[in-house]
């Protein structure tokens, strides 16, 4: 499997023929999505669903009831592409296997609604690799690869690295990375390095565009 990083929380995955992006939304390079066979979308927050993105792709998108409904009120010509689907349901995606994990956003502020969310567990090639979305929800299984929040209104950096303890994932990779400024992504990396590596985890943050 190949995924390349691009801008703050979207990964494009690449495996056998087969080609998904998950989250492309306001801060994404347009490359995300050309060609792909398929658009996952985790939950309706701006830099994480992106009409014009979507347009772009010409493909399946696959998300979560509230996004369906986003995309029938302010994007009716995208609607029939869209397949809602369920927390644990599972499908297939040319090569991939995919399941939906989770059910909710992370708490934002305590005296704001819930968001409904669904993260992605993707696996080919005998990799397995997990996209949380705006969650810290485990997905149950085994993760080879986990791509991280690594900066958020809704998360501590602690919470962020307890998390990535947690899946113990022989690699995590930084997403959702345009909250904070370079400085502040400095002290974020450097603590994510310092505790997965005492583990013997790998951490990595990609420049956009990046393969792993």
């Excluded at 009716?76 to 956003?105: K, N, Q």
Aim: aromatic share 8%.
């Amino acid at each position: 499997m190949r995924l390349t990083k691009f801008g703050h929380a979207a990964v494009r995955f690449e495996h056998d023929g087969t080609s998904l992006v998950v989250d492309p939304g306001v801060w994404t390079q347009r490359e995300a999505v050309e060609g792909v066979d398929a658009v996952l979308i985790t939950h309706e927050h701006m830099d994480h669903y992106h009409p014009e993105l979507l347009r772009a792709a010409d493909a399946p998108i696959y998300t979560i009831g509230a996004v369906a409904a986003q995309i029938r009120e302010g994007a009716p010509d995208l609607a029939e592409r869209v397949t809602v689907v369920r927390p644990d349901e599972a499908w297939s995606i040319g090569s991939f296997a995919v399941r939906a994990v989770g059910e909710l956003h992370a708490v934002i502020h305590p005296e704001l609604p819930r968001f409904d969310n669904s993260g992605y567990l993707l696996s080919g090639g005998g990799t397995t690799a997990y996209h949380p979305g705006d969650a810290l929800t485990a997905p149950g299984e085994a993760v080879d690869v986990l791509l991280a929040p690594v900066s958020a209104p809704w998360m501590r950096v602690s919470e962020g690295v307890d998390f990535a303890r947690m899946i113990g994932a022989r690699q995590t990779v930084a997403i959702h990375d345009r909250v904070f400024s370079p400085e502040g992504l400095a002290i974020c990396d450097a603590q994510f390095t310092r505790f997965l590596e005492a583990k013997g985890l790998e951490y990595r943050r990609l420049p956009d565009g990046t393969d792993l």
